[in-house]
Structure formats: structure tokens, C-alpha cells
């Protein structure tokens, strides 16, 4: 007879219903090729598994909301009769936003902060109020960032698709540069002149399936910012070389995964250093998953205790929930408009809106 995973006070808890203090998450619409969307999304699916009340409320707005989420995640959309419930009942709501937004947009009482980023490179605000709950996402971040209550690092490469099977021969290089390119307008080093580009958001995108393939016979990857993409090729047994710039001064994740498999600029011995270590790199990454599961553990206790001491005194004031029509649409699509400007720069932006109108005229023909 197998042992049961968890004790059966724990499965009773899990299993019937309890008033929680819900946790909305504030965060874009779903998107692949970023790893911090990602990992709002999937903490949200995370704190639900957990047992706990978790809801997504996508901000900047977006107009189809049944294309907004993941469909095999368990990431419910916050309504405006849940909103309601929550206040009635004196539930303190939990809100959670990244750093990429500025203020307290929705009036929240009690705002956890989680930094993705450094703050203030991607957009946002540099500091935070002392009454916001800051949590990083890695231990690099948090040393970077004053009053930081502790770290949620949150493992978003998949490891069953970012594989080193089936081996093969290794030649050539690859390379990834896109906020460096589209947002800080940075030029390419000589080092990649002769490597194939991954890209992101583009109509011509390369798939994950296509990336893990590609890492699975390329000798090198070459990075010029913090992307999740550094896990995924050591995943795949391809040694990486970060590139120092303007944009890329520290590694966010080398508190969490080490250096093995990674090289800090092109030298000679780095790159040597990164080749002869690259077969712990995997181990290190998988080790990131139980720790994970206590980290948010810690981060559930220390956030429901919040709520719990904090009076909710004031609905949340979230316009698409409260005032669904057209202006708040407009609105909403300017503000989706002006954030994807700011993170892909706004001659990729405009091609996009282009293409979204040629679409949508061909439908009538």
C-alpha cells in the first residue's frame, strides 16, 4: 500500500472550502517568449495547486481575455463579482504586481512587489514605498534592492522539452539580443557576426521546439541580456557566453543556478571554463524545483499574515471590471499599446498593429 503524499489535515484543508485572503495577480497576457510574464502566470497557477485563492487580472488591458492565459494552467480570471465577494466578506485582497508598473494603479491595501528585473530597467519605478511587500526574484536581484523581504525564484524552463537528447554534433554558434537591440538600440558585437539570431515576437520566430533543437547543435550561445533562454541552452548541454554591456553588467540567476556551463565574456579560459562545467548545469537548474516549493511556502505565511493585519477598507478600483465599455476598451488598448512600445521599441510595435489590420481586412475577403 503506497504512503500518501501529504497528511490528510493537509488534504482536508486543500480540499474544502476556506476563507483565504485571494491573491490577485496583476500581469500581461500570456506570452511564451517572455519569461517574466511566464512567471507571473505560472505562480498564480503555483498558489492555487498550493491550495491557497489565486486570480489573474491582465493589466495593460486586453481585448480578448479567452486568449489571454495558458490553457493548461490553472489561472482563473479575476470578474467583478468575485471583486465584490472578496470585499464584502473582509477578505484583504493580495495584489501583486511586477516592477515594470508604476504605482499602485488599482488602489490596492496590501501590494507585494515582485522584481522580476532590476528595477527601473525595463520601465517602472526604481524604489518602492516602505509599505509594499518586495520580494525578488533572485538573490542577485534581492542584493540589488533595498528592503527586499525575500526571493522567489521561479524555474520557467521546461527541462522535458529543453533536453540534450538525442545528442548531436556539436558546430556554429547562436545568439539572442532582443531588448538590447529593439529597446536600447545596442550594436552587435563582432563575436556573433557569423551566429544565427533567435528572436522573439516576430511572424518568423523561431518555435521553443525549434530553440531546443537548435541548442542541441550549436557549440556556443551567445547572450546579451538576462533571459530565461541561458537556462534553456544549458538544459540542452550548449555551453553559454554572456556578453557584458551597458545593458548586462551581473547574471540575475547566478545565486540560484552557478556559473557552470556559463562564461562571463568571450576569453579564451572563460570559454574553456564554461565547456568543462557544462554537464552540472542541468543538475543545478533541477535543484531550483523542491527549493522553489519551500520558498513559496515562506512567501504564503508571511503574505496571508499581512492581510490578515491590514483592513480593506476601499474596493479596488479596476476600470475594465467595473466600467467593461468602450472608452474603458480605447483606453485599455492605448495603455496595451504603450507597453509592448516600451518593451519591444516602437518600430516593432507599429509593425505589429500593421499586421494585426491586414489580418483582420482580409477576413472580409
Partial sequence: MST??????????????????PYYIVAPNYIQASAGIKALHMLCHALNHAGQTAYLVIHPFYPRPEQATHPYLLTPLLDATRLQRHFDDGMCPITLYPETVHGNPFGAPLVVRYLLNFPGLLGGDATFPP??????????????????????FLPTSDPALFT??????RTGSCFYAAKYQEVHGGELFEATRDSVEITRLRHDSQTPEQIAELFRRCELFYCYENSALIIEALLCGCPVVMLPNPYLERSIGEGEIGWDGIAWGTEAAEIARAKATIGRARANYLACFPRFEEQLRQF????????AARP???????PHLHQPGRLSRIAGSWEL??????????????RAGLMRIARGWLKHF
Fill in 300 to 307: 504564503i505565511v508571511l503574505t496571508q499574515q499581512c492581510a
Fill in 131 to 152: 509599505e509594499e511587500i518586495c520580494i525578488a526574484y533572485s538573490e542577485r536581484i534581492a542584493q540589488a534592492s533595498p528592503n527586499v523581504a525575500s526571493t522567489l
Fill in 164 to 169: 540534450p537528447e538525442p545528442p548531436q554534433p
Fill in 337 to 350: 499599446t504603450r507597453s509592448m512600445a516600451a518593451v519591444r521599441g516602437i518600430v516593432p510595435t507599429i
Fill in 312 to 318: 480593506y477598507a476601499h474596493l479596488l478600483d479596476i
Fill in 4 to 21: 500518501p503524499c501529504f497528511a490528510p489535515e493537509e488534504v482536508a484543508d486543500r480540499l474544502l472550502p476556506r476563507q483565504r485572503h
